[in-house]
């Protein structure tokens, strides 16, 4: 059997962490305690005198939650971000800064005469401040989509540092520490690389990433609640100074919202949008399930159209059939590489689940390609991760007869 090196299995379910961190393991399910929130906040909070600098090192709380939000909160910032990126990348060349203005490259008007100076620059800012206010009111509108174990993780993080920071002048602070992880090491980010966050297929050119760049400046200038030192920094943002101001209301008027409700609330409006969410993923697949002792070979494989949310595996004959559950989310175990032996192929991976009756099963997927392999293994790890009962082992062979191909055990378990 292989050991599952998985680190999400040793986080969710508190395995073989040393003794000092076993109280950092999940109580529950409801995000209430888990193992990011403590290693992050209770530590950080208590060193931590200095205001500006609170969770912005690349300590390992900083890191963590950087990961954690990648994983929990993905399929979020593509919601959030997606439109606006669209939108971002359909522009040619943005510029505020007028060292940096390029009139003879930028095109002509409608009187075919080169743009000056200054018409590019209010041009720019038009642009910017239309990209900006459409993003700070989608967020805005974003807090019932935001996921529950988001919502939980800031939730704790809220209260802490206004603890650690009651005085009326750091009344900003607790919202700031909340934008640096929201602003600073996750939509800024995704919004200066969008290729990296899957928001798009490839990197912008040169001309036009500056648009992105700059954007994500002003995202968090509004992160940082526009203090003077961020004005005074880069004073050719200001022509984006009235929309930096409204977006900090919005800003902060959201987070009140986001750390605002209650757990059993939050948790039952997360059930119902998963139900109306879009697929994770989706694709053709070809499927083999095990039955009888007969020998398992490539022929053996069912092509169908899969679909994964986050509530089931589902199939369908074709794209546009009704899908027909396949395996419940909340059922896997594992999901695992099959080795190439056992079927002729190195692109079969398993998912290990149990049946309604509790038993346990295994679903044989075949993908074309190892690139597909990876992106539906990371997709379906991904959605399972906070799973009960996650396996720590797995057989990479199959069951064949009275004994598993990859160790000859005579036990199917």
Same mark, same amino acid.
């Given at each position: ?9 040793? *986080? ?71 439109? *606006? ?266 998912? *290990? ?61």
């Amino acid at each position: 059997m292989a050991k599952r090196s998985s680190l999400y299995i040793r *986080i969710v379910e508190g395995k073989n962490l040393p003794a000092k961190d076993m109280d950092l393991a999940p109580k529950d399910r409801n995000g209430a305690s888990d193992p990011f929130v403590r290693v992050r906040y209770k530590g950080r909070t208590q060193e931590t005198s200095e205001t500006n600098t609170l969770f912005r090192s690349n300590s390992l709380a900083s890191k963590s939650m950087e990961s954690f939000l990648k994983v929990a909160g993905m399929q979020y910032l593509h919601g959030v971000l997606g439109p *606006i990126i669209n939108k971002v990348f359909e522009e040619k060349y943005v510029e505020l800064d007028p060292s940096k203005v390029e009139v003879k490259d930028v095109g002509c008007s409608g009187l075919h005469r080169p743009q000056t100076e200054a018409e590019v620059l209010e041009q720019s800012a038009q642009t910017l401040r239309a990209h900006l206010g459409a993003l700070l009111s989608a967020l805005s509108r974003s807090v019932r989509a935001c996921p529950a174990m988001v919502r939980a993780t800031f939730r704790q993080l809220f209260p802490r540092v206004r603890e650690r920071f009651p005085s009326a002048q750091h009344e900003n602070v607790p919202f700031i520490a909340v934008t640096s992880f929201l602003c600073l090491r996750f939509f800024s980010p995704a919004i200066m690389s969008p290729k990296l966050f899957h928001l798009r297929e490839r990197h912008a050119d040169a001309r036009t990433s500056r648009t992105p760049l700059l954007l994500a400046k002003a995202v968090q200038n509004v992160g940082n609640m526009d203090t003077p030192a961020c004005r005074a920094k880069e004073a050719w943002m200001e022509p984006l100074q009235p929309t930096v101001r409204q977006g900090v209301a919005q800003l902060k008027d959201f987070i009140t919202k986001l750390v605002d409700i209650e757990e059993k609330d939050e948790l039952d409006l997360q059930r119902t949008l998963s139900l109306q969410a879009p697929p994770v993923k989706e694709g053709p697949l070809f499927i083999h399930r095990t039955k009888g002792k007969g020998p398992l070979m490539s022929s053996s494989f069912k092509k169908l159209y899969f679909s994964l949310t986050t509530e089931a595996l589902s199939f369908a004959k074709t794209p546009s059939s009704k899908k027909s559950a396949l395996i419940k989310l909340a059922n896997i175990r594992a999901a695992e590489k099959v080795e190439e032996k056992s079927f002729g192929s190195s692109h079969v991976m398993q998912v *290990i689940y149990t049946d309604d009756a509790g038993r346990p099963q295994t679903a044989y997927l075949q993908c074309k390609c190892v690139n597909e392999l990876n992106q539906w293994l990371s997709a379906l790890r991904k959605v399972s991760i906070n799973n009960t009962g996650l396996l720590g082992s797995y057989h990479p062979g199959v069951f064949r007869g009275d004994k598993w191909s990859c160790c000859h055990q005579k036990e199917k378990t």
